[in-house]
């Protein structure tokens, strides 16, 4: 098949969980046999860094990007209020991408664009217009529930009013595109089953971010002692709130019990906020140079997620690390985790904090808790076996 692949970001280096996503499901397709093309938006926040792309990923890719200004205007968010727009979506409209597609098309002909986001499907129209391949949306996450977590958990009441009108323009938007599309493809069961309750009643599967377990293992190093860590691209406001809870009502309780426990914090796009902050034993790290070795270094990962849609490629890599992972509900949702088997699972700080002190505790415990987790991705997450899903999933369209 011959498939263009749009992403709402580059997916190439990948240095996130969304980033991972697009570009696993890129690299198993190109290994599956099929052609991919892949075209990106390009943003000040998400731009296009070529130096860091090898000259293969471009050749096998025909790696093309389009530079959209999606910055936040005050005056425009303003106005915005005026109209019944989804001010998300709007920011992505473009008509250098647009034209963009106009001209790709003109030189080739696809068996399926796939969509990696909605915020690239304010452009089917002019897929339709241009084209007569199929439409597949793979979807990290449903938006509005993203947007409807963390307006339900603002307090400021300024700002909560403002969320719940963005909340609802979104979600208007994401259930108007559904009829729109040939296929579906999103990454939890629980967010077909979203999909389904809007109304989306073509075809559709969820499948699993996979994971490429054999690329470039870190070399051996000594874990840490009473580590705690937290990874994430730190441009996203769910884990923004998630460190900032941690911190406030977990990270003391931890230490009441043990004291010289260590938490280390990194990720790109780190807020001034977190890099000012000063809390007892907390290390903000920021962006590292490796991910992995970051991960192989420290013992305990925690994900604090409070709000969010998808799944979190960072609890997976991390498992198929062998790290022992603390999360709340909502950060595990859509892995196909056992609760104390290959995971620990805590909602309110003394659980959160219990959970932590235990583990530091218990070394034996940590141990095996690991193996099950390597264990599960191997045996669930492997991407060329998830890949071989979407493949005859798009074949069959």
């Keep these: 098949m011959k498939i263009l692949q749009l992403c709402q970001r580059p997916p190439f280096p990948p240095i996130d969980g969304g980033a991972i996503g697009m570009n696993n499901v890129t690299m198993g397709l190109l290994e599956l046999g099929h052609e991919v093309k892949v075209l990106t938006i390009a943003t000040d926040k998400h731009p296009v860094q070529l130096t860091k792309i090898p000259k293969d990923y471009l050749e096998k890719t025909s790696f093309e990007s389009v530079h959209i200004d999606t910055s936040i205007r005050v005056k425009d968010a303003f106005f915005n209020l005026f109209d019944d727009d989804s001010y998300n979506i709007k920011r992505f409209i473009s008509v250098d991408f647009e034209n963009k597609l106009i001209e790709i098309f003109a030189k080739k002909n ?164 977190l890099l000012q902050h000063k809390q007892k034993n907390v290390s903000v790290v920021g962006e590292v140079p490796d991910a992995k070795t970051f991960y192989a270094s420290k013992k305990i990962m925690v994900v604090p997620i409070l709000s969010g849609s998808g799944m979190r490629v960072k609890i997976v890599e991390g498992m198929a690390m062998g790290k022992v992972i603390v999360s709340t509900k909502i950060g595990a949702e859509g892995i196909f985790y056992t609760p104390n088997k290959n995971i620990l699972i805590a909602d309110t700080p003394e659980e959160f904090a219990d959970q932590i002190i235990f583990c530091l505790r218990h070394p034996e415990f940590c141990n095996d808790l690991s193996r099950e987790a390597k264990e599960l991705i191997e045996k669930e997450y492997d991407n060329i076996a998830i890949c071989k899903k979407i493949s005859s999933f798009l074949e069959a369209l």
Aim: hydrophobic share 40%.
């Design 110 to 273: 696809y068996d399926i664009v796939l969509m990696e986001s909605l915020y690239v499907t304010p452009y089917i129209d002019t897929i339709r217009k241009h084209s007569k391949a199929k439409i597949v949306l793979r979807s990290p996450n449903v938006e509005y529930k993203i947007w409807e977590r963390v307006t339900k958990n603002t307090v400021n009441p300024l700002k909560k009013p403002y969320l719940s009108v963005l909340t609802k323009r979104l979600k208007a938007y994401e259930k108007s595109i559904l009829p729109l599309l040939d296929g579906l493809i999103p990454v939890t069961k629980e967010d077909l089953d979203i999909f389904r309750h809007l109304g989306y009643d073509g075809k559709g599967f969820s499948v699993p971010t996979g994971i490429i377990t054999n690329s470039n293992p870190p070399a051996s190093i000594a874990e840490e002692e009473k580590s705690v860590f937290h990874i994430a691209s730190m441009n996203w406001m769910p884990n923004v709130e998630a460190v900032e809870w941690f911190l406030k009502n977990v990270w003391d309780l931890v230490l009441k019990e043990i004291p010289d426990a260590k938490f280390y914090l990194a990720g790109r796009d780190m807020p001034q906020s």
